[in-house]
Nanobody
Framework: VQLQASGGGLVQAGACLRLSCVASGRTFSSGGMGWFRQAPGKEREFVAAISWSDGRTYYRDSVKGRFTVSRDDAKNTVYLQMTSLKPEDTAVYYC????????????????WGLGTQVTVSS
């Protein structure tokens, strides 16, 4: 499985961005796709995830109501729509997937993309 994340950039606070993660190779009927982020000097943290089986979504508290994770199965793509961006959202964003049980812990995911930089200026 290969994951390619894109869509990052430099924006001002309050702006929107949509990240995409295209998956190639094996597909999963269970498990899920997660988005994580890592800011300089900080631990990688969970942002959002979507289930492959039923499309259920999960978010960290600080992005609820601002970020939306969705998927387009025909394009093998998962999106992270980010609105009302804040400077504290600045990080490298990674997508990751697994066909097994998934959640907010990075070690649950087997395959990772290279990440895309999101920078939010105040």
């Amino acid at each position: 499985v290969q994951l390619q994340a894109s869509g990052g950039g430099l924006v001002q606070a309050g702006a929107c961005l949509r990240l995409s993660c295209v998956a190639s190779g094996r597909t999963f009927s269970s498990g899920g796709m997660g988005w994580f982020r890592q800011a300089p000097g900080k631990e990688r943290e969970f942002v959002a995830a979507i289930s492959w089986s039923d499309g259920r979504t999960y978010y960290r508290d600080s992005v609820k109501g601002r970020f939306t994770v969705s998927r387009d199965d025909a394009k093998n793509t998962v999106y992270l729509q980010m609105t009302s961006l804040k400077p504290e959202d600045t990080a490298v964003y990674y997508c990751a997937t697994t066909g097994r049980s998934f959640g907010s812990v990075a070690s649950l995911y087997d395959y990772w993309g290279l990440g895309t930089q999101v920078t939010v200026s105040s």
